[in-house]
């Protein structure tokens, strides 16, 4: 079974500074997709940035990008020039490839950008 | 395109009885998962759809069943509530196999008096 752990319960960044979420991760996959999902308050769940296992290259979406050590099972999120509307929860995920379409969570971390 | 719609957005009940929650995925999509996301636990999975076939299924009791039409919504049904059951239940629905991005609902607020 796969876990996924996020470390940090809580954090918070003032505004325009840059911030990074920890996200551990254990399975025995080789190909899996991982993902960073974020939810403000009372607002749905949205993808922030999705990262496929057998890409070495980080991915990035815009202020958003990961930092992405398959062998260490780490996928930190960095958020640059932080703005208010970054204040949400956020949730690392993990998808086995071939698994369909469940996603694993982890706890999440709540960020507070402080303006 | 319109998102993914999931109805209704609050419930009340009691211990006992049973609730239905329904789940529209965006156009096209064939897959639907549900969730359930609690203080406590977190976000668990319950069960994905894809293509009327249940795909996928959670460590949730027998009480927690789901289907799905042929027009690909949702259904999920939970009998013989328990306090337990409380939480907010999220639908996602992808276009694809696996891998691809789920896009979620605002979810079902249920509570268990």
């Known amino acids: 079974a796969q876990t996924v752990t996020q470390s940090q319960p809580e954090m918070s960044v003032q505004e325009a500074e840059t911030v990074t979420l920890s996200c551990t991760y254990d399975t025995s996959e080789s190909n899996y997709y991982l993902f960073w999902y974020k939810q403000p308050p009372s607002r749905q769940m949205i993808l922030v940035i999705r990262q496929e296992a057998y890409k070495q290259q980080n991915a990035t979406e815009n202020r958003f990008s990961v930092n992405f050590q398959k062998a260490a099972k780490s996928f930190s999120l960095k958020i640059s020039d932080s703005q208010l509307g970054d204040t949400a929860m956020y949730f690392c995920a993990f998808m086995k490839q071939g698994g369909g379409n469940k996603l694993v969570f982890g706890a999440g971390t709540i960020l507070r950008v402080k303006s | 395109k319109a998102g993914v719609t999931q109805t209704p957005r609050y419930l009340i009940k009691t211990r006992g009885q049973q609730v239905t929650l329904s789940c529209s995925p965006i156009?096209?999509?064939?897959?639907v998962s549900w969730y359930q996301q609690t203080p406590g636990q977190g976000l668990q999975f319950l069960f994905e759809y894809f293509s009327e076939t249940q795909r996928n299924k959670g460590n949730f009791p027998g009480r927690f069943s789901g289907r799905q039409f042929s027009n690909s919504r949702s259904e999920m049904n939970v009998s013989t509530l328990e306090l337990g059951d409380s939480a907010l239940y999220l639908c996602?629905?992808?276009?694809?196999?696996?891998?691809?991005?789920?896009?979620f609902g605002a979810g079902t607020r249920l509570s268990v008096l």
């Open positions: 156009s096209g999509h064939r897959s």
């Open positions: 996602a629905s992808s276009s694809g196999q696996g891998g691809n991005i789920q896009y």
